[in-house]
Antibody, heavy 123, light 111 residues
Framework: EVQLLESGGGLVQPGGSLRLSCAAS????????MTWVRQAPGKGLEWVSI????????DYADSVKGRVTISRVNSENTLYLQMDSLRAEDTAVYYC????????????????WGKGTTVTVSS | QSVLTQPPSVSGAPGQRVTISCTGS?????????VNWYQQLPGTAPKVLIY???NRPSGVPDRFSGSKSGTSASLAITGLQAEDEADYYC???????????FGGGTKLTVL
């Protein structure tokens, strides 16, 4: 069974850091791009970051650029999101998702999602 | 405020047909980028319903269909069922933002 399991969320003070992890199983992790998406309480979905299957290419939403780093260790089937200089507006459930699609990565979609991990930024 | 505009809510009686619109611009849908649709049941993670504008993943009932024209896309649900009550999101790529974008979401209520 294809599964994604996020961890690493929690309560952190403004200006603090967290590293989220996403453990993948049931598929060849190193063959697929991955994405982080977040959802603030009572709000809609917001794309956060994307990484190609090899990790060679990454991209970030303007709202997190310069404060967040996406990475992956294919040998460990794990995706990461390092989050620094956290702000109250970063409070959200963070989902990792497996990418799928043909052609350019602009047309990727998210075919498998984890259950999410909650990040709360508050003093 | 998302660059992909969806109605905040739609509703329909069991058995009816409803559509959810997703209006974009020449920087996203109109630029030819694919539109994907996701369903989020209460308290759960999103699930892909439609990918590549019109394609259904295996396991998604054929009651769900997607279409795209110009700068807009639509999700149609026929034979509405109580279990369809959920939030629905469209998603595409936006070249002006240089990133992937979601619509604001539409809450479907089955009356």
């Amino acid at each position: 069974e294809v599964q994604l399991l996020e961890s690493g969320g929690g309560l952190v003070q403004p200006g603090g850091s967290l590293r989220l992890s996403c453990a993948a199983s049931g598929f060849t992790f190193g063959s697929y791009g991955m994405t982080w998406v977040r959802q603030a309480p009572g709000k809609g979905l917001e794309w956060v970051s994307i990484i190609t299957y090899s990790g060679a290419d990454t991209d970030y939403a303007d709202s997190v650029k310069g404060r967040v780093t996406i990475s992956r260790v294919n040998s460990e089937n794990t995706l990461y999101l390092q989050m620094d200089s956290l702000r109250a507006e970063d409070t959200a459930v963070y989902y990792c998702a497996k990418n799928r699609g043909s052609g350019s990565w602009y047309n990727y979609y998210m075919d498998v999602w984890g259950k999410g991990t909650t990040v709360t930024v508050s003093s | 405020q998302s660059v992909l505009t969806q109605p905040p809510s739609v509703s329909g009686a069991p058995g009816q047909r409803v559509t959810i619109s997703c209006t974009g611009s020449s920087f996203n849908i109109g630029a030819g980028y694919d539109v994907n649709w996701y369903q989020q049941l209460p308290g759960t993670a999103p699930k892909v319903l439609i990918y590549g504008n019109t394609n259904r993943p295996s396991g998604v009932p054929d009651r769900f269909s997607g279409s795209k024209s110009g700068t807009s896309a639509s999700l149609a649900i026929t034979g509405l069922q109580a279990e369809d009550e959920a939030d629905y999101y469209c998603q595409s790529y936006d070249s002006s933002l240089s990133g992937w974008v979601f619509g604001g979401g539409t809450k479907l209520t089955v009356l």
